[in-house]
């Protein structure tokens, strides 16, 4: 069973920091680009940073210069370096792959269940 599996979410006061990981398990050939999007409440989800499997980045304008997002491709795993944590970056924060699998080899995009993150002022 192929599955994303989030983990490092908590409680940190403002200014401080948070490391997320995410790894995919099961049946994969390989893995495309990888990402993070969070969806706090009463709003839609929106992406946050996001990392082509050759190293390339991108950041929401939110975040950039505080998060920092890093994959080993050797271990299927996809991190988020939260530094300079705000109250408005609280929200359940998603993991998401693009996974190619043997009855699906040109690639399905697949989601984690969610780690919570909040931010105290």
């Known amino acids: 069973q192929v599955q994303l599996a989030e983990s490092g979410g908590g409680l940190v006061q403002a200014g401080g920091s948070l490391r997320l990981s995410c790894a995919a398990s099961?049946?994969?050939?390989?893995?495309?680009?990888m990402g993070w999007g969070r969806q706090a409440p009463g709003k839609q989800r929106e992406l946050v940073a996001r990392?082509?499997?050759?190293?390339?980045?991108y950041y929401a304008v939110f975040v950039k210069g505080r998060f920092t997002i890093s994959r080993d491709n050797a271990n299927n795993t996809v991190y988020l370096q939260m530094n300079s944590l705000k109250p408005e970056d609280t929200a359940v924060y998603y993991c998401?792959?693009?996974?190619?699998?043997?009855?699906?080899?040109?690639?399905?995009?697949?989601w984690g269940r969610g780690t919570q993150v909040t931010v105290s002022s």
């Open positions: 099961g049946s994969i050939f390989s893995i495309g680009a």
């Open positions: 998401n792959a693009n996974l190619r699998l043997p009855a699906r080899p040109g690639g399905v995009d697949y």
């Open positions: 990392i082509t499997s050759g190293g390339s980045t």
